[in-house]
């Protein structure tokens, strides 16, 4: 499957997203994750910026809702421009009806899977979604270490997606030391947010990654 590298916005400079954005011009989407102080202990952005953002790049946005009550606010950003559109199963109330929404409003639906939530359960929902996203830290900030007990889940959602089409991103403390690891378990889109901003040139970054990630 095709290797794609988001880089997390979380890591760029908010006063200088425009500049930021511009610094990654090899990505494959900018992954931006939205934060309410409820599901995760933090706050970022939201609608707006987003929708600021879409008016200054043609980069394929990849939007990571860590929000309470997705079913409320997830189409929003469908509606804003977004190619996709991830929430998590442990928020969503209604994950089939959300997802089919999403994808009415032409973006690709994901789900996210914090680390203690389970895949296995999640099997007759496959067809509805379009990415897996697999929390490789607990959500809510970026530079934590990689959880290694994540990578046996990311092999088995492989294994149970077996010849659909659809992506399995990780998130979460994905580096040069863990990109390669997460490769083989079954990811093919990789979220780096402290690996590409706190690099001294992050295109150079990308590229380094998508090598380790295509080995
Ligand atoms: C954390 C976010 C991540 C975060 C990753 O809850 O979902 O996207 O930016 O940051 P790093 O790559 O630094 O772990
Ligand atoms: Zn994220």
């Excluded at 952005?45 to 879409?54: C, D, E, M, N």
């Excluded at 934590?144 to 990578?151: E, H, M, P, R, Y």
Aim: hydrophobic share 45%.
């Amino acid at each position: 499957m095709e290797i794609k590298i988001t880089p997390s916005l979380l890591s760029a400079d908010f006063a200088n997203l425009q500049r930021d954005i511009e610094a990654i011009g090899s990505a494959d989407g900018l992954h931006i994750d939205v934060m309410d102080y409820h599901f995760v202990p933090n706050l970022t952005l939201g609608l707006p910026v987003v929708q600021s953002i879409r008016k200054v790049t043609d980069q394929f946005l990849d939007i990571h809702l860590m929000i309470d009550d997705p079913d409320r606010w997830a189409p929003s950003y469908a509606e804003a421009g977004a190619q996709s559109v991830t929430f998590h199963v442990e928020a969503a109330k209604a994950p089939i009806r959300l997802a089919r929404e999403l994808r009415r409003l032409g973006a690709r639906a994901g789900l996210g899977l914090n680390p203690a939530t389970d895949i296995d359960s999640l099997r007759d929902v496959l067809d509805e979604v379009d990415m897996i996203l697999i929390m490789t830290v607990e959500p809510g900030f970026g530079g934590q270490k990689f959880l290694d007990l994540c990578l046996s889940k990311i092999e088995r959602t492989r294994t149970l997606i077996g010849d659909r089409d659809i992506w399995v991103q990780v998130d979460g403390g994905v580096s040069t030391e863990t990109i390669e690891r997460c490769a083989e378990a079954g990811a093919n889109v990789f979220v780096a947010g402290s690996a590409v901003f706190g690099a001294d040139d992050p295109d150079a970054m990308i590229t380094t990654l998508r090598e380790k990630a295509s080995a």
